[in-house]
């Protein structure tokens, strides 16, 4: 059964990089059809899509994130990685690492999520 | 970038009821990249409906998804006292994957 399990620092102070690990177990990472991902939910909010990314470096990235994110993988240790950096206050969420699973037919759905993580930047 | 807006923002029902919860799309979508989630209070959220209207695993034929273009539906029949939960519909788009802003369904 696949598995993901977030890990880094709960606490980041404000303008410093935000680091982020997920590793994958029960699976590879290097399965072409797959996607992975990350997903933050700050307090009492929605969800928002961060970015995706392919073990041959191929990524998606969230238009509002951009410009200070890098998402990217280590197919050795079946990792993949998310930094943020230039952090705020509202950088502070839960952040879920997930797959981006796609069925035969070419359907896709966020599926499994780990636990998640709560990252809050304060100072 | 598509934007999903999600109806109504709270839902209140008994167990027992009927709820249908709408998503729709700022433009056409494929129903195949459509998909719903079920959130409850502290734990992550769970794939519930992908390309618009099949059931991911395990979950129950109570579960219906439909729709097409810039509208669709997750209807739960019969609810279950496990189903007030807030549920998120989410697009995979060419290049992005956003998420509706969630519905809440709630016991009356």
């Known amino acids: 059964q696949l598995q993901l399990q977030e890990s880094g620092p709960g606490l980041v102070k404000p303008s410093e990089t935000l680091s982020l690990t997920c590793t994958v177990s029960?699976?590879?990472?290097?399965?072409?059809?797959?996607?992975w991902g990350w997903i933050r939910q700050s307090p009492g909010k929605g969800l928002e899509w961060i970015g995706s990314i392919h073990f041959s470096g191929n990524t998606f990235q969230n238009p509002s994130l951009k410009s200070r994110l890098t998402v990217s993988v280590d197919t050795s240790k079946n990792q993949f990685s998310l930094k943020l950096t230039s952090v705020t206050a509202a950088d502070t969420a839960v952040y879920y690492c997930?797959?981006?699973?796609?069925?035969?037919?070419?359907?896709?759905?966020?599926?499994?999520w780990g636990q998640g993580t709560l990252v809050t930047v304060s100072s | 970038e598509i934007v999903l807006t999600q109806s109504p923002g709270t839902l209140s029902l008994s167990s027992g009821e009927r709820a249908t919860l709408s998503c729709r799309a700022s433009q056409s979508v494929s129903s195949s990249y459509l998909a719903w989630y079920q959130q409850k209070p502290g734990q992550a959220p769970r794939l519930l409906i992908y390309g618009s209207s099949s059931r991911a695993t395990g979950i129950p034929d109570r579960f219906s998804g439909s729709g097409s273009g810039t509208d669709f539906t997750l209807t739960i029949n019969r609810l279950e006292p496990e189903d007030f939960a807030v549920y998120y519909c989410?697009?995979?788009?060419?290049?992005?994957?956003?998420f509706g802003q969630g519905t809440k369904v709630e016991i009356k």
């Open positions: 997930v797959r981006r699973w796609a069925e035969s037919s070419g359907a896709f759905g966020f599926d499994p």
């Open positions: 029960g699976g590879s990472i290097t399965s072409d059809s797959n996607y």
């Open positions: 989410q697009q995979f788009g060419s290049s992005t994957a956003p």
